[in-house]
Protein backbone atom coordinates (compact mmCIF):
# COMPACT_ATOMS: atom_id res chain seq x y z
CA UNK A 1 0.00 0.00 0.00
CA UNK A 2 1.73 3.32 -0.88
CA UNK A 3 1.80 5.75 1.21
CA UNK A 4 -0.80 8.03 -0.42
CA UNK A 5 -3.31 5.12 0.10
CA UNK A 6 -2.35 4.99 3.75
CA UNK A 7 -2.95 8.66 4.40
CA UNK A 8 -6.26 8.79 2.34
CA UNK A 9 -7.44 5.58 4.01
CA UNK A 10 -6.28 7.61 7.53
CA UNK A 11 -8.09 10.36 6.82
CA UNK A 12 -11.53 8.72 6.03
CA UNK A 13 -11.20 6.48 9.05
CA UNK A 14 -10.75 10.02 11.02
CA UNK A 15 -13.98 11.76 9.21
CA UNK A 16 -16.05 8.65 9.69
CA UNK A 17 -15.16 8.96 13.38
CA UNK A 18 -16.24 12.45 13.60
CA UNK A 19 -19.64 11.69 12.28
CA UNK A 20 -21.30 10.57 15.08
CA UNK A 21 -25.16 10.29 16.07
CA UNK A 22 -26.87 13.76 15.65
CA UNK A 23 -26.58 15.46 18.79
CA UNK A 24 -29.92 15.99 20.93
CA UNK A 25 -31.09 19.06 21.94
CA UNK A 26 -30.71 19.69 25.78
CA UNK A 27 -31.79 21.55 28.68
CA UNK A 28 -29.69 21.57 31.31
CA UNK A 29 -29.54 21.87 35.20
CA UNK A 30 -33.57 23.27 35.64
CA UNK A 31 -35.05 23.55 39.07
CA UNK A 32 -38.29 22.70 40.46
CA UNK A 33 -37.94 25.16 43.37
CA UNK A 34 -39.47 24.13 47.00
CA UNK A 35 -40.98 27.51 47.47
CA UNK A 36 -43.61 26.09 44.87
CA UNK A 37 -44.58 23.18 46.61
CA UNK A 38 -46.10 19.65 45.78
CA UNK A 39 -47.75 21.52 42.89
CA UNK A 40 -44.28 22.55 41.20
CA UNK A 41 -44.58 22.16 37.15
CA UNK A 42 -42.19 23.86 34.73
CA UNK A 43 -43.25 24.41 31.25
CA UNK A 44 -41.12 24.38 28.04
CA UNK A 45 -41.92 24.69 24.50
CA UNK A 46 -40.43 23.77 21.39
CA UNK A 47 -41.17 23.26 17.41
CA UNK A 48 -40.53 21.09 15.41
CA UNK A 49 -40.32 21.46 11.79
CA UNK A 50 -41.53 20.02 8.37
CA UNK A 51 -40.70 16.42 7.91
CA UNK A 52 -40.72 15.79 11.43
CA UNK A 53 -43.20 12.78 12.55
CA UNK A 54 -42.49 13.07 16.26
CA UNK A 55 -40.92 14.35 19.20
CA UNK A 56 -38.58 12.22 21.26
CA UNK A 57 -37.70 13.64 25.23
CA UNK A 58 -36.08 11.93 27.88
CA UNK A 59 -35.69 13.72 31.41
CA UNK A 60 -32.79 13.04 34.00
CA UNK A 61 -33.35 13.78 37.90
CA UNK A 62 -30.15 15.07 39.24
CA UNK A 63 -31.65 14.93 42.91
CA UNK A 64 -30.38 11.55 44.65
CA UNK A 65 -33.45 11.53 46.64
CA UNK A 66 -37.00 10.00 46.97
CA UNK A 67 -38.58 12.33 44.83
CA UNK A 68 -38.94 11.67 41.62
CA UNK A 69 -39.43 13.77 38.92
CA UNK A 70 -41.56 13.33 35.55
CA UNK A 71 -41.45 14.24 32.22
CA UNK A 72 -44.86 15.09 30.04
CA UNK A 73 -44.78 16.08 26.68
CA UNK A 74 -48.50 17.19 24.75
CA UNK A 75 -49.01 18.27 21.62
CA UNK A 76 -52.48 18.66 20.81
CA UNK A 77 -54.42 15.84 21.73
CA UNK A 78 -51.16 13.77 22.04
CA UNK A 79 -49.22 13.03 25.37
CA UNK A 80 -46.83 10.73 26.54
CA UNK A 81 -45.22 10.83 30.43
CA UNK A 82 -41.72 9.28 31.39
CA UNK A 83 -40.60 9.14 35.01
CA UNK A 84 -36.72 8.87 35.91
CA UNK A 85 -36.95 6.25 38.67
CA UNK A 86 -33.42 6.46 40.41
CA UNK A 87 -32.57 10.26 40.67
CA UNK A 88 -28.96 11.21 40.80
CA UNK A 89 -27.14 8.75 38.10
CA UNK A 90 -26.45 9.93 35.22
CA UNK A 91 -28.95 7.56 33.45
CA UNK A 92 -32.14 9.30 31.61
CA UNK A 93 -35.73 8.08 32.01
CA UNK A 94 -36.90 5.80 28.98
CA UNK A 95 -37.44 7.81 25.83
CA UNK A 96 -41.04 8.56 24.75
CA UNK A 97 -42.18 10.28 21.71
CA UNK A 98 -45.46 12.16 20.79
CA UNK A 99 -46.63 11.63 17.10
CA UNK A 100 -47.60 15.19 16.44
CA UNK A 101 -46.07 16.20 13.36
CA UNK A 102 -44.55 19.35 13.09
CA UNK A 103 -46.25 21.31 15.47
CA UNK A 104 -45.40 23.00 19.17
CA UNK A 105 -44.68 20.32 21.69
CA UNK A 106 -45.18 21.20 25.42
CA UNK A 107 -42.86 19.62 27.91
CA UNK A 108 -44.35 20.07 31.58
CA UNK A 109 -41.86 18.60 34.05
CA UNK A 110 -42.95 17.86 37.90
CA UNK A 111 -42.31 15.70 40.74
CA UNK A 112 -44.04 13.45 43.19
CA UNK A 113 -43.49 15.21 46.57
CA UNK A 114 -42.28 18.68 48.01
CA UNK A 115 -38.57 20.11 47.71
CA UNK A 116 -36.44 21.25 45.31
CA UNK A 117 -35.01 18.91 42.31
CA UNK A 118 -32.59 19.34 39.68
CA UNK A 119 -33.19 17.87 36.17
CA UNK A 120 -32.10 18.03 32.24
CA UNK A 121 -34.05 17.02 29.10
CA UNK A 122 -33.30 15.69 26.23
CA UNK A 123 -35.45 15.91 23.07
CA UNK A 124 -35.26 16.05 19.64
CA UNK A 125 -37.74 15.84 16.32
CA UNK A 126 -37.41 12.94 14.37
CA UNK A 127 -39.17 11.73 10.79
CA UNK A 128 -40.84 8.55 10.09
CA UNK A 129 -37.80 7.07 9.67
CA UNK A 130 -35.91 8.39 13.01
CA UNK A 131 -33.78 10.77 11.12
CA UNK A 132 -33.73 14.45 12.88
CA UNK A 133 -35.12 17.25 12.07
CA UNK A 134 -35.53 20.81 12.53
CA UNK A 135 -36.00 21.37 16.31
CA UNK A 136 -36.06 24.89 18.09
CA UNK A 137 -34.77 25.61 20.93
CA UNK A 138 -36.49 26.99 24.18
CA UNK A 139 -34.99 30.56 25.06
CA UNK A 140 -37.14 30.50 28.10
CA UNK A 141 -39.20 28.74 30.25
CA UNK A 142 -43.61 29.26 29.59
CA UNK A 143 -43.66 28.85 33.36
CA UNK A 144 -40.86 28.41 35.86
CA UNK A 145 -40.86 26.91 39.10
CA UNK B 1 -134.08 12.49 27.06
CA UNK B 2 -130.63 13.62 25.74
CA UNK B 3 -128.34 14.48 28.08
CA UNK B 4 -125.16 16.47 27.20
CA UNK B 5 -121.57 17.45 28.86
CA UNK B 6 -122.21 15.18 31.71
CA UNK B 7 -119.24 12.84 30.38
CA UNK B 8 -120.24 8.53 30.38
CA UNK B 9 -123.54 7.78 31.18
CA UNK B 10 -124.00 4.13 32.45
CA UNK B 11 -127.29 3.47 30.72
CA UNK B 12 -127.63 -0.32 31.42
CA UNK B 13 -127.90 0.68 35.66
CA UNK B 14 -128.71 4.25 36.38
CA UNK B 15 -131.21 5.55 33.97
CA UNK B 16 -133.56 2.22 33.72
CA UNK B 17 -133.98 2.14 38.18
CA UNK B 18 -134.66 5.50 37.26
CA UNK B 19 -137.76 5.80 34.62
CA UNK B 20 -139.23 2.82 36.01
CA UNK B 21 -141.67 4.95 38.58
CA UNK B 22 -144.54 6.80 37.42
CA UNK B 23 -144.31 9.65 35.10
CA UNK B 24 -144.83 12.49 38.23
CA UNK B 25 -142.43 11.88 39.99
CA UNK B 26 -139.92 10.92 36.71
CA UNK B 27 -138.49 13.99 36.52
CA UNK B 28 -138.03 14.53 40.30
CA UNK B 29 -136.02 10.97 40.42
CA UNK B 30 -134.35 11.40 37.77
CA UNK B 31 -132.77 14.95 38.73
CA UNK B 32 -131.69 13.23 42.06
CA UNK B 33 -130.45 10.06 40.32
CA UNK B 34 -128.04 13.11 38.18
CA UNK B 35 -127.18 14.68 40.57
CA UNK B 36 -126.28 11.35 41.95
CA UNK B 37 -124.59 9.65 39.24
CA UNK B 38 -122.59 13.91 38.86
CA UNK B 39 -121.51 13.74 42.21
CA UNK B 40 -120.07 9.86 41.98
CA UNK B 41 -118.18 10.59 38.36
CA UNK B 42 -116.66 13.86 40.40
CA UNK B 43 -114.94 11.54 42.97
CA UNK B 44 -114.08 8.89 40.42
CA UNK B 45 -112.39 11.99 38.26
CA UNK B 46 -110.53 13.06 41.34
CA UNK B 47 -108.99 9.55 42.04
CA UNK B 48 -108.03 8.62 38.13
CA UNK B 49 -106.39 12.12 37.69
CA UNK B 50 -102.77 10.86 37.90
CA UNK B 51 -100.34 11.90 40.90
CA UNK B 52 -97.04 13.77 40.03
CA UNK B 53 -95.14 11.30 41.93
CA UNK B 54 -95.91 7.75 42.99
CA UNK B 55 -94.49 5.07 44.70
CA UNK B 56 -95.67 1.69 45.35
CA UNK B 57 -94.49 -1.79 46.45
CA UNK B 58 -96.23 -4.47 44.73
CA UNK B 59 -94.35 -7.49 45.86
CA UNK B 60 -94.05 -8.61 42.24
CA UNK B 61 -91.02 -10.80 41.19
CA UNK B 62 -88.24 -7.71 40.05
CA UNK B 63 -90.64 -4.96 40.20
CA UNK B 64 -91.35 -4.68 43.64
CA UNK B 65 -90.89 -0.73 44.05
CA UNK B 66 -92.66 1.02 41.11
CA UNK B 67 -91.79 4.82 40.87
CA UNK B 68 -93.64 6.95 38.72
CA UNK B 69 -92.90 10.24 37.98
CA UNK B 70 -94.66 12.81 35.80
CA UNK B 71 -92.88 16.05 35.00
CA UNK B 72 -92.02 16.65 38.77
CA UNK B 73 -89.36 18.45 40.55
CA UNK B 74 -86.70 15.65 41.98
CA UNK B 75 -87.45 16.73 45.72
CA UNK B 76 -91.04 15.56 45.49
CA UNK B 77 -90.05 12.31 44.24
CA UNK B 78 -87.27 12.26 47.03
CA UNK B 79 -89.72 13.16 49.30
CA UNK B 80 -92.50 10.32 48.11
CA UNK B 81 -89.57 7.98 48.73
CA UNK B 82 -89.26 8.63 52.21
CA UNK B 83 -93.10 8.94 52.42
CA UNK B 84 -93.41 5.72 51.35
CA UNK B 85 -90.67 3.78 52.07
CA UNK B 86 -89.21 5.00 54.95
CA UNK B 87 -85.54 5.81 53.99
CA UNK B 88 -84.05 8.64 54.76
CA UNK B 89 -82.55 10.47 51.75
CA UNK B 90 -79.89 13.53 52.67
CA UNK B 91 -79.22 15.77 49.75
CA UNK B 92 -77.79 19.19 49.90
CA UNK B 93 -78.68 20.66 46.17
CA UNK B 94 -80.09 19.49 43.26
CA UNK B 95 -81.26 20.02 39.73
CA UNK B 96 -84.06 23.02 39.33
CA UNK B 97 -86.14 21.50 36.44
CA UNK B 98 -88.74 19.03 36.44
CA UNK B 99 -88.24 15.08 35.51
CA UNK B 100 -89.94 12.39 34.31
CA UNK B 101 -88.87 8.74 35.31
CA UNK B 102 -90.51 4.95 35.69
CA UNK B 103 -88.20 3.01 37.60
CA UNK B 104 -89.14 -0.44 38.35
CA UNK B 105 -86.67 -2.58 40.80
CA UNK B 106 -86.30 -5.01 43.50
CA UNK B 107 -84.32 -2.77 45.37
CA UNK B 108 -85.14 0.57 46.62
CA UNK B 109 -81.26 1.73 45.87
CA UNK B 110 -81.88 1.12 42.26
CA UNK B 111 -85.00 2.78 41.97
CA UNK B 112 -82.45 5.73 43.18
CA UNK B 113 -80.18 5.19 41.35
CA UNK B 114 -82.46 5.20 38.08
CA UNK B 115 -84.57 8.31 39.10
CA UNK B 116 -81.00 10.52 39.94
CA UNK B 117 -78.91 8.81 37.16
CA UNK B 118 -76.57 6.00 37.26
CA UNK B 119 -72.81 8.34 37.55
CA UNK B 120 -75.08 10.12 41.02
CA UNK B 121 -72.50 9.37 44.02
CA UNK B 122 -74.59 7.56 46.48
CA UNK B 123 -73.55 6.82 50.30
CA UNK B 124 -75.40 4.47 52.06
CA UNK B 125 -75.56 3.35 55.75
CA UNK B 126 -77.44 0.48 57.14
CA UNK B 127 -76.65 -3.17 57.17
CA UNK B 128 -79.12 -6.37 55.57
CA UNK B 129 -80.62 -6.51 52.27
CA UNK B 130 -80.65 -3.67 49.91
CA UNK B 131 -84.33 -4.13 49.31
CA UNK B 132 -85.05 -3.71 52.94
CA UNK B 133 -85.10 -0.10 52.84
CA UNK B 134 -85.46 -0.29 57.06
CA UNK B 135 -81.77 -1.99 56.64
CA UNK B 136 -80.34 0.93 54.69
CA UNK B 137 -81.57 3.68 57.20
CA UNK B 138 -80.09 6.32 55.22
CA UNK B 139 -78.63 7.81 52.13
CA UNK B 140 -76.77 10.56 51.14
CA UNK B 141 -76.56 12.14 47.44
CA UNK B 142 -73.18 13.74 46.87
CA UNK B 143 -74.20 17.61 45.34
CA UNK B 144 -71.18 17.78 43.43
CA UNK B 145 -72.31 14.39 41.52
CA UNK B 146 -75.65 15.79 41.00
CA UNK B 147 -75.73 19.49 40.47
CA UNK B 148 -73.45 20.91 37.59
CA UNK B 149 -74.28 24.33 37.83
CA UNK B 150 -71.50 26.48 39.66
CA UNK B 151 -72.03 30.11 41.09
CA UNK B 152 -69.81 32.39 38.65
CA UNK B 153 -69.51 33.96 41.91
CA UNK B 154 -68.21 31.22 44.29
CA UNK B 155 -65.48 31.34 40.98
CA UNK B 156 -64.13 33.92 41.52
CA UNK B 157 -60.35 34.02 42.33
CA UNK B 158 -59.68 35.60 45.86
CA UNK B 159 -58.08 39.06 45.98
CA UNK B 160 -58.58 40.51 42.75
CA UNK B 161 -61.03 43.40 42.03
CA UNK B 162 -63.97 43.06 40.17
CA UNK B 163 -62.57 45.93 37.49
CA UNK B 164 -60.13 43.66 35.91
CA UNK B 165 -60.30 44.68 32.77
CA UNK B 166 -61.50 42.13 29.75
CA UNK B 167 -58.34 40.17 28.02
CA UNK B 168 -58.22 41.47 24.73
CA UNK B 169 -55.47 41.27 23.12
CA UNK B 170 -51.77 42.60 24.69
CA UNK B 171 -53.13 45.54 25.99
CA UNK B 172 -56.16 43.52 27.78
CA UNK B 173 -53.12 41.32 29.48
CA UNK B 174 -50.79 43.44 30.60
CA UNK B 175 -53.87 45.26 32.05
CA UNK B 176 -54.62 42.00 34.00
CA UNK B 177 -51.27 41.37 34.90
CA UNK B 178 -50.41 44.66 36.51
CA UNK B 179 -53.22 44.16 38.45
CA UNK B 180 -52.33 40.33 39.21
CA UNK B 181 -49.13 41.97 40.58
CA UNK B 182 -50.77 43.53 43.49
CA UNK B 183 -53.16 40.52 43.96
CA UNK B 184 -53.23 38.75 47.67
CA UNK B 185 -52.99 35.38 46.62
CA UNK B 186 -49.25 34.47 46.44
CA UNK B 187 -48.98 32.42 43.29
CA UNK B 188 -51.12 34.62 41.42
CA UNK B 189 -48.40 37.63 41.95
CA UNK B 190 -45.70 35.59 41.42
CA UNK B 191 -47.14 34.47 37.93
CA UNK B 192 -48.20 37.91 37.19
CA UNK B 193 -44.53 39.29 37.55
CA UNK B 194 -42.97 36.08 35.73
CA UNK B 195 -45.32 36.63 32.56
CA UNK B 196 -45.34 40.60 32.92
CA UNK B 197 -41.30 40.65 32.35
CA UNK B 198 -42.46 38.99 28.59
CA UNK B 199 -44.88 41.70 27.78
CA UNK B 200 -42.38 43.64 25.27
CA UNK B 201 -45.15 46.09 24.67
CA UNK B 202 -44.99 46.86 28.27
CA UNK B 203 -43.81 50.35 29.94
CA UNK B 204 -39.81 48.88 30.35
CA UNK B 205 -40.04 51.38 33.53
CA UNK B 206 -42.79 50.46 35.10
CA UNK B 207 -42.25 46.52 35.04
CA UNK B 208 -38.71 46.91 35.75
CA UNK B 209 -40.01 48.95 39.06
CA UNK B 210 -42.72 46.08 39.84
CA UNK B 211 -39.70 43.38 39.36
CA UNK B 212 -37.68 45.23 42.00
CA UNK B 213 -40.58 45.34 43.91
CA UNK B 214 -40.94 41.54 43.46
CA UNK B 215 -37.38 40.96 44.79
CA UNK B 216 -38.22 42.02 48.55
CA UNK B 217 -41.81 40.45 48.50
CA UNK B 218 -42.15 38.65 51.73
CA UNK B 219 -42.78 35.42 49.63
CA UNK B 220 -39.93 33.34 48.23
CA UNK B 221 -41.66 32.11 45.57
CA UNK B 222 -42.49 35.60 44.01
CA UNK B 223 -38.99 36.73 45.08
CA UNK B 224 -37.78 34.54 42.60
CA UNK B 225 -40.24 35.16 39.65
CA UNK B 226 -39.34 38.65 40.33
CA UNK B 227 -35.87 37.27 40.16
CA UNK B 228 -36.07 35.37 37.16
CA UNK B 229 -37.99 38.05 35.21
CA UNK B 230 -35.47 40.55 35.71
CA UNK B 231 -32.44 38.29 34.65
CA UNK B 232 -34.51 37.46 31.78
CA UNK B 233 -34.76 40.89 30.75
CA UNK B 234 -31.13 42.41 31.82
CA UNK B 235 -28.89 39.42 31.04
CA UNK B 236 -25.82 39.88 32.06
CA UNK B 237 -26.64 43.08 34.04
CA UNK B 238 -28.98 41.25 36.10
CA UNK B 239 -25.21 39.87 38.13
CA UNK B 240 -25.85 42.38 41.01
CA UNK B 241 -29.89 40.81 41.58
CA UNK B 242 -28.47 37.44 41.36
CA UNK B 243 -25.17 38.13 43.68
CA UNK B 244 -27.71 39.72 45.98
CA UNK B 245 -29.98 36.79 45.82
CA UNK B 246 -27.67 34.48 46.72
CA UNK B 247 -27.71 35.94 50.36
CA UNK B 248 -31.46 35.54 50.59
CA UNK B 249 -32.57 33.61 53.68
CA UNK B 250 -34.67 31.05 51.42
CA UNK B 251 -33.13 28.51 49.56
CA UNK B 252 -35.65 28.71 47.30
CA UNK B 253 -34.62 32.28 45.77
CA UNK B 254 -30.72 30.60 46.06
CA UNK B 255 -31.35 28.02 44.24
CA UNK B 256 -33.34 30.78 41.51
CA UNK B 257 -30.14 32.30 40.93
CA UNK B 258 -27.43 29.39 40.31
CA UNK B 259 -30.17 27.80 38.24
CA UNK B 260 -30.04 31.65 36.03
CA UNK B 261 -25.76 31.76 36.25
CA UNK B 262 -23.25 30.91 34.22
CA UNK B 263 -20.73 33.09 35.91
CA UNK B 264 -17.87 30.75 37.15
CA UNK B 265 -17.44 32.92 40.59
CA UNK B 266 -20.88 32.94 41.54
CA UNK B 267 -21.20 28.51 40.84
CA UNK B 268 -17.76 28.79 42.81
CA UNK B 269 -19.61 30.78 45.85
CA UNK B 270 -22.76 28.21 45.67
CA UNK B 271 -20.32 25.44 46.47
CA UNK B 272 -20.47 26.65 50.21
CA UNK B 273 -24.44 26.72 50.49
CA UNK B 274 -25.73 25.76 53.17
CA UNK B 275 -28.35 23.84 51.30
CA UNK B 276 -27.42 20.14 49.65
CA UNK B 277 -29.46 21.44 46.68
CA UNK B 278 -28.05 24.26 45.76
CA UNK B 279 -24.30 23.27 46.28
CA UNK B 280 -25.32 20.48 43.94
CA UNK B 281 -26.69 22.69 40.89
CA UNK B 282 -23.67 24.53 41.32
CA UNK B 283 -21.48 21.68 41.14
CA UNK B 284 -23.16 20.41 37.80
CA UNK B 285 -23.27 23.71 35.70
CA UNK B 286 -19.81 24.33 36.67
CA UNK B 287 -19.33 20.92 34.98
CA UNK B 288 -20.73 22.09 32.42
CA UNK B 289 -18.79 25.13 32.15
CA UNK B 290 -15.54 23.60 32.52
CA UNK B 291 -13.64 22.75 29.40
CA UNK B 292 -13.55 19.51 28.12
Known amino acids: ?63 ADNNLVSLVVVSGVRGATTTDLTGGDPTYSPGISVNAGNATYTMLVNHTRTGGQAYSIEYHCENASGGHTETTTPTAESQNN | MFISGLGHFNFSHSSLTCFSIG ?35 TGAVNADWQLQVNDAPLFLA ?6 VSGLRIHYSVLPEQAVSATCVSDELTQVLKCLLGASVNLVFSGSGAASDPTSIGEVWVLG ?3 NTQRSAVDCKPPGL ?48 ALLLKGLHDPSAMVRGQ ?3 GWAERHGDGALPE ?10 SVRLQAVELTDNPLMLKNALQDADALVRQLAEAKLQALSPR
Request: aromatic content about 6%; overall charge negative; proline content about 2%.
Open chain 2, 23 to 57: QGKVWLIFFLCVLIYSASALANGQTNQQAPVRLMR
Open chain 2, 161 to 208: SDTVATETGQGGTIDRLLLEVNADDTRQRADALFDLAKQTEADSEEVD
Open chain 1, 1 to 63: MTLKTKLTLLLTVFTLGAVGPAAAHSINNKTLRPAFGASATDIWQATCGAGSSHMFAQIRDQS
Open chain 2, 226 to 228: ALS
Open chain 2, 242 to 251: LQQAMLDSDS
Open chain 2, 78 to 83: LQEIQR
Open chain 2, 144 to 146: SSL
